[in-house]
């Protein structure tokens, strides 16, 4: 909250005339450690005009949770004389780990097709670009297959009615983050709508690191790459011949 209030002050400075967003979230640090079921956010704000009173008209509030972006090798499996086999695959420049957009009504009523592809607002707008060349369809094809995936994870999630909207002037909205999310920097970004036009836009950011025993794990096989995976083949053997020889005594 003393971050939204300074930056209140802030904006009293400013010569702008658009609307401002002033953007916060009630975990700047999210710890992962042992036992960790996931935890929620809720990201918060106000809308104001430089002056800092209420803005003059009525908005709409899309919330974007983004988590850290990776190359992927996406590969489509068939059923070939009774068995599965790798079929087509593509390789993804850039996807998002997590991603998670809440807005205060459905977002085809809030902007154009267009307007929700430049801002990826929307599961079905979600940019997954290919780094080699690949047809429209199957490109259509990989890109609703891996959401779907995701989604089942709880890693990809749309709620067109999330956010909550007091007095055009304050608003709010939660979002989960599941216990398999991956560690790094997280974007929390939210656009102020007016007339099917994004008006104003600003990010604030939330650290997922791992700490006790997951992060010494974390670390140790990063930076002792070798001997992490002869670690785990010694251990798997051991564990086999321990289950081997339980199973004989009994």
């Known amino acids: 909250m003393k971050r939204v209030f300074a930056l209140l002050a802030l904006m009293l400075l400013t010569g702008a005339r ?20 996931g935890t929620e956010l809720l990201l918060f704000g106000a809308i104001l005009t430089p002056e800092g009173t209420r803005a003059g008209q009525d908005y ?3 919330v974007v949770l983004e988590g850290p972006a990776r190359p992927l090798v996406l590969r489509e499996k068939r059923k070939v004389a009774g068995m599965w086999v790798n079929a087509d695959s593509t390789n993804l420049r850039s996807v998002p780990s997590f991603y998670a957009v809440a807005s205060n009504r459905p977002i085809h009523d809030i902007v154009d097709e267009r307007t929700a592809a430049i801002y990826e607002l929307g599961l079905d707008s979600l940019q997954l670009s290919p780094s080699d060349s690949i047809d429209p369809d199957s490109q259509t ?11 089942r994870q709880g890693l990809y999630k749309q709620d067109d009615h999330a956010v909550t909207i007091n007095g055009q002037v304050l608003y709010q909205a939660r979002i989960a983050l ?11 970004e939210t656009f102020a709508i007016s007339h099917g036009r994004v008006v104003a836009s600003a990010i604030a950011r939330v650290a997922v690191s791992k700490q006790g025993f997951e992060r010494a794990v974390a670390d140790f096989s990063q930076h002792q790459a070798v001997a992490y995976g002869v670690l785990a083949v010694l251990l798997s053997v ?12 009994v």
């Open 18 to 37: 658009d609307p401002i967003l002033v953007p916060d979230v009630s975990q700047h640090e999210v710890q992962v450690r042992q036992g960790f079921t």
């Open 60 to 62: 709409d509030i899309v």
């Open 141 to 151: 094809h990989f890109a609703q297959g891996l959401v779907g995936l995701m989604a």
């Open 178 to 188: 599941p216990s398999s999310v991956q560690t790094g920097t997280y974007t929390a």
């Open 238 to 249: 051991f564990m086999g011949w321990l289950a081997g020889r339980l199973f004989a005594l």
